[in-house]
């Protein structure tokens, strides 16, 4: 399911931002609604499709690019030609038929694990030009959406996981990020 074509724009490709790391504590910082659809936004908009596209990732909340705004820019099209952005999202409805479904993140490099979701769901948010718009989607969309909604709350995926899993994946990614660090003072 699609929903109405004022929720895609294309964005100008700007600058490539930072994206946080699992398991950065700003990660879980909740995000706050945004208070204009300015210029400032439509560029920062750009700049997250900019870096999500570069990073090979199908979804970029505001919160994994240290901006805790609710902001998400999606684009699950293998063309890179149906950009999405949510602004102030809200799901209204959610399925009660779940399924489990593998996921990765780009805040968390590398690591992918079955994370349960519902199916389908509606969502309202404005559109880059302002507008209130209620979306219904499912299969990857949905999916894509609940995920980075996580993040606008705060929570990243491996938070579904065992403590187990997330005590490994955390252990991996700080060795991951140390053995960066060393091989860039080189």
């Known amino acids: ?15 490539q931002l ?7 504590s700003r990660l879980h910082t909740v995000a706050k609604p945004v208070a204009a659809v300015d210029a400032r936004l439509k560029l920062l908009v750009s700049d997250m499709f900019e ?11 505001a919160s994994q690019v240290d901006v805790h705004e609710r902001l998400v820019v999606i684009d699950i099209s ?6 999405l952005v949510l602004i102030n999202p809200e799901i209204i409805w959610a399925s009660e038929e779940t399924r489990l479904g ?12 079955g994370v349960e979701r519902s199916i389908a769901i509606k969502v309202t948010a404005m559109d880059l030009d302002g507008q209130l718009q209620t979306l219904a989607v499912e299969g990857m ?20 996981l065992s ?7 955390k252990t991996k990614l700080v060795k991951q ?7 860039g003072e080189r």
């Open 177 to 183: 990020k140390k053995d960066d660090e060393r091989d």
């Open 18 to 24: 930072t994206i946080l790391r699992y398991p950065d």
């Open 51 to 61: 870096t999500m596209y570069e990073a090979a990732g199908i979804g970029l909340a």
């Open 163 to 169: 403590p187990l899993k997330r005590n490994r994946i």
């Open 78 to 83: 293998e063309k890179h030609d149906e950009p």
């Open 141 to 160: 969309l949905a999916v894509c959406i609940q995920h980075e909604m996580d993040h606008l709350m705060g929570k990243v995926f491996v938070e579904y």
């Open 102 to 113: 593998e996921e990765g993140c780009l805040s968390v490099p590398g690591i992918y694990d």
């Open 1 to 15: 399911m699609r929903g109405p074509s004022s929720f895609y724009s294309t964005p100008l490709l700007m600058t």
